[in-house]
Structure formats: C-alpha cells, structure tokens
T-cell receptor, first 118, second 112 residues
Framework: DVKVTQSSRYLVKRTGEKVFLECVQD?????MFWYRQDPGLGLRLIYF???????EKGDIPEGYSVSREKKERFSLILESASTNQTSMYLC?????????????????FGNGTRLTVT | GNSVTQMEGPVTLSEEAFLTINCTYT??????LFWYVQYPGEGLQLLLK?????DKGSNKGFEATYRKETTSFHLEKGSVQVSDSAVYFC???????????FGKGMKLTVNP
C-alpha cells in the first residue's frame, strides 16, 4: 500500500514565522501535490511537482513556495506565515506511469497537517 | 474554466437509507470524473472513477454514472451504513492536465 506521511498532524505558529510542512511518500511516485482544505471551499491546489527540482504553480500559490530535492520528499514553505494561512494542508502523490490505464491513476493522500497561525 | 458543483450538505441519514449526492461539472473536452471520500481524521482516498461517457464506476456499494448529456456524475448507494459517515468529494481531471479539480465536499453522517 502507498504511504504518504506528513510530518506533523497539528502545528501552531506565529504570524511572520517561516513554516515548513514536510511530506514523504514511499512508492517512488513522480508526481506530488500540496492542497489546502477549507470549509466551504473544498480542496484547492497550491503547488505540484512532476519530478525532482521541478515545480508548477497551482491555483493559489501566493504566499507559498515548495522544495523537491529528493523524489520521495515534497516540502511546502510559508515564507512569512499569516493568519489567513490557517488551514488543513494535504499532501498527495501519484504515479503517472505509462500506458492508457495509468493516466487516471488515483491520488494518494496523507492524513493532513492542521496549521494554526496566531 | 473547469469546475465541479456538488451538494454541500451536511446531510444526516438513518442507517439503510438511500443516498444520492449530486455532482455536475463544467469542462472543456472529455474529462475523467472521480469520487473521493475522507473518513474522520484521514486524508482523501479514491472511492470510484469513470473515464468516458456512460461509464459506471462502483465500489463498496456506491455507484456513479458519467452522463455527458447532463454533465453529471451523481453518487448513489442503496443502503448506507454508519461506517459511510465521511466527507465526499466529486472531482474532475481534464486530459493533458495533472490538476484534479475538486468540488467543495459534502459531509454525510449516518445514524444507527
């Protein structure tokens, strides 16, 4: 079974702090994603990466950056945390694979990090 | 742009009741459609999917049919259980894109 592990379940940070959210997957997946989940807004894509050192902006990248130095690890960085970044953050990975069946292979999610910025 | 509209709830049902969660989409081309489920305290996991018109996805007693003419992918289950209590997300993935676009999610509570 694919395992996506997020390093913290709960995190409380102060406004202005630099925050690192870490995510590790154990299935050698090429693609990794960071979403935030907010009530009434669903999931929104922040950034994704399709290879080491490669990254693409999602729908709401402002205020965030990412790092992917190794294939299994994808970090989300809040350069200067603000209260409007209080949210549940979900990491996911996917194997794009090869062949027609792999195109719609599922996302595998971690259990999430609930970040509170005070 | 691509978007998904689904019932938001929350919805509370009694065990063995019939469940329908409506989902409609707007997309260019021919997207693939998904239902993901999030059990309490967990991340999302794929429930079922359909990749072309008239396909039916099914899993754990849930079903959804890809209806291109009505741009819908409604989720149904004939008899819900307490263990089905979760948040359900409809999603689409357009060809050529890695992005999965999610609906806002619907929280279902099933009481004994």
């Amino acid at each position: 079974d694919v395992k996506v592990t997020q390093s913290s379940r709960y995190l409380v940070k102060r406004t202005g702090e630099k925050v690192f959210l870490e995510c590790v997957q154990d299935m050698d997946h090429e693609n990794m994603f960071w979403y935030r989940q907010d009530p009434g807004l669903g999931l929104r894509l922040i950034y994704f990466s399709y290879d080491v050192k490669m990254k693409e902006k999602g729908d709401i990248p402002e205020g965030y950056s990412v790092s992917r130095e190794k294939k299994e690890r994808f970090s989300l960085i809040l350069e200067s945390a603000s209260t409007n970044q209080t949210s549940m953050y979900l990491c996911a990975s996917r194997d794009p694979g090869q062949g027609s069946g792999s195109y719609n292979s599922p996302l595998h999610f971690g259990n999430g990090t609930r970040l509170t910025v005070t | 742009g691509n978007s998904v509209t689904q019932m938001e709830g929350p919805v509370t049902l009694s065990e063995e009741a019939f469940l329908t969660i409506n989902c409609t989409y707007t997309a260019t081309g021919y997207p693939s459609l998904f239902w993901y489920v999030q059990y309490p305290g967990e991340g999302l996991q794929l429930l079922l999917k359909a990749t072309k018109a008239d396909d039916k996805g099914s899993n754990k007693g849930f079903e959804a049919t890809y209806r291109k003419e009505t741009t819908s992918f409604h989720l149904e289950k004939g008899s819900v259980q307490v263990s089905d209590s979760a948040v359900y997300f409809c999603a689409l993935k357009r060809g050529g894109s890695e992005k999965l676009v999610f609906g806002k999610g619907m929280k279902l509570t099933v009481n004994p």
